[in-house]
Antibody, heavy 117, light 113 residues
Framework: QVQLVESGGGLVKPGGSLRLSCTTYGLTFSDEYMAWIRQTPGKGLELISYIGNSGSPTYHADSVKGRFTISRDNTKNSLFLQMNSLRAEDTAVYYC??????????WGQGALVTVSS | DVVMTQSPLSLPVTLGQPASISCRSSQSLVHSNGNTYLSWFQQRPGQSPRRLIYKVSNRDSGVPDRFSGSGSGTDFTLEISRVEAEDVGVYYCFQGTYWPGLTFGGGTKVEIK
């Protein structure tokens, strides 16, 4: 059974940083592209980053480019999202997910990130 | 990026009655390989999204056959033949044809009248 477990969410002040992690179980992590998708009440679901199975290619949406960095450690079956220069509009639930065959197959349970002073 | 537009925003339905959700894309979703990468997701209250349909009309394993997807080009539909209480939630369409900017529709909230 496939499980994606996010951690690292929380409350952070504007301009601050946070690092999200996603540990996966039940899939061959090194074979999979991985992605971060966020959900806000205002903008709905937004795929903000993805990374190839061996670390490239990487993609970051314009809304996070230059501030967020996606990375992975295949030896630990783990995906990461380093978030810097956080803004109020980054407040969202962040999901770890597997984009495959041009769809999204598996989702984590989500990690809430709140950016507020 | 391709814009995905769903309607209606909210859909009150009587139990046992059919429901239909529309999704339109700003560009044709037919890939150069001939496939059309349009998926549908269900998000029940308090849960993560779950895929129901992929490549327009293919149901995922475990998805009840009352759910069906159809359409082509830029116009797509998700239909629920007889709505049950467990179908309450928000439904999203998603295009996987145009990388890297994969995009979701804005969502349709299905509720029981």
């Amino acid at each position: 059974q496939v499980q994606l477990v996010e951690s690292g969410g929380g409350l952070v002040k504007p301009g601050g940083s946070l690092r999200l992690s996603c540990t996966t179980y039940g899939l061959t992590f090194s074979d999979e592209y991985m992605a971060w998708i966020r959900q806000t009440p205002g903008k709905g679901l937004e795929l903000i980053s993805y990374i190839g199975n061996s670390g490239s290619p990487t993609y970051h949406a314009d809304s996070v480019k230059g501030r967020f960095t996606i990375s992975r450690d295949n030896t630990k079956n783990s995906l990461f999202l380093q978030m810097n220069s956080l803004r109020a509009e980054d407040t969202a639930v962040y999901y770890c997910a597997t984009p495959a065959d041009s769809s999204i197959i598996f989702w984590g349970q989500g990690a809430l990130v709140t950016v507020s002073s | 990026d391709v814009v995905m537009t769903q309607s209606p925003l909210s859909l009150p339905v009587t139990l046992g009655q059919p429901a239909s959700i529309s999704c339109r894309s700003s560009q044709s979703l037919v890939h150069s390989n001939g496939n059309t990468y349009l998926s549908w997701f269900q998000q029940r209250p308090g849960q993560s999204p779950r895929r129901l349909i992929y490549k327009v009309s293919n149901r995922d394993s475990g998805v009840p056959d009352r759910f069906s997807g159809s359409g082509s080009g830029t116009d797509f539909t998700l239909e629920i033949s007889r709505v049950e209480a467990e179908d309450v939630g928000v439904y999203y369409c998603f295009q996987g044809t145009y990388w890297p900017g994969l995009t979701f529709g804005g969502g349709t909230k299905v509720e029981i009248k």
